[in-house]
């Protein structure tokens, strides 16, 4: 008995995009993506396919950091969590962690030296 699957190579529809793209925002890692009748690795080309139009509000490689996630970050730090355990609540690498919280070290040195001058 041979068993077929009927994964098509339809054309994406609208809510099939608007879904991947919300998915895309909330999920952790891109393989954690799963959508019906669409294979990982059609959810991956078309992930490329919407960057290449600009359609992803953000790269996952290079992800903007807003006050609302330093904020985070801080409190998370400050509360004492690990960088591994920061890393799985907020979906970026413990390098990504550890350069922002270096980063956010130096700015606010610079802005405290420049105030008591």
């Known amino acids: 008995m041979?068993?077929?699957?009927?994964?098509?190579?339809?054309k994406w529809t609208d809510e099939e995009n608007k879904y991947l793209l919300h998915q895309y925002v909330v999920a952790k890692q891109i393989d954690d993506i799963v959508m019906p009748?669409?294979?990982s690795a059609a959810?991956?080309?078309q992930i490329v396919a919407?960057?290449?139009?600009?359609?992803?509000?953000?790269?996952?490689r290079g992800r903007i950091w807003t006050d609302d996630d330093d904020l985070q970050l801080i409190e998370l730090i400050n509360s004492g969590k690990r960088y591994a355990e920061i890393a799985s609540?907020?979906?970026r690498s413990q390098d990504t962690l550890r350069n922002r919280v270096m980063k956010l070290r130096r700015k606010y040195q610079t802005t405290t030296t420049e105030s008591r001058k």
């Open 89 to 91: 609540i907020t979906g």
């Open 43 to 45: 959810i991956k080309q």
């Open 50 to 60: 919407l960057n290449a139009k600009g359609m992803l509000p953000y790269s996952r």
């Open 2 to 10: 041979n068993i077929v699957y009927n994964y098509s190579k339809a």
């Open 37 to 39: 009748n669409r294979t």
